[in-house]
């Protein structure tokens, strides 16, 4: 059973930077991809970032040369640095593991960035 925990979210001001993780257990083997996906209030769950086979890394263009998403020293651990926030960055930021029959989402983390 894979579970994940994200971690790392707050409240910043416009321009500042927060570094989420997300830290998995469980059975990996079947997992290819672990992507960051965000949803703002009165909006749909939309994709950010993900890493997959062989470091394979792709961004939305929203968060594009302005985030990176990499693997902690353990491979159960994905961060996602986001530097100059935005206001229209504020979501519930949630990781996701991919694997051949099913997604498995985390709990989510709060971002929110003020003006």
């Known amino acids: 059973q894979v579970q994940l925990v994200e971690s790392g979210g707050g409240s910043v001001h416009a321009g500042e930077s927060l570094r989420l993780s997300c830290v998995v257990s469980?059975?990996?083997?079947?997992?290819?991809?672990l992507s960051w996906h965000r949803q703002a209030p009165g909006k749909q769950r939309e994709f950010v970032a993900s890493i997959g086979i062989g470091d394979r890394i792709k961004y939305a263009d929203s968060v594009k040369g302005r985030s990176t998403i990499t693997r902690g020293s353990a491979e159960n651990i994905v961060y996602l640095q986001m530097n100059s926030l935005k206001p229209e960055d504020t979501a519930v930021y949630y990781c996701r593991a991919d694997m051949t029959l099913k997604h498995v989402w985390g709990q989510g983390t709060q971002v929110t960035v003020s003006t």
């Open positions: 469980g059975d990996m083997s079947r997992i290819y991809s």
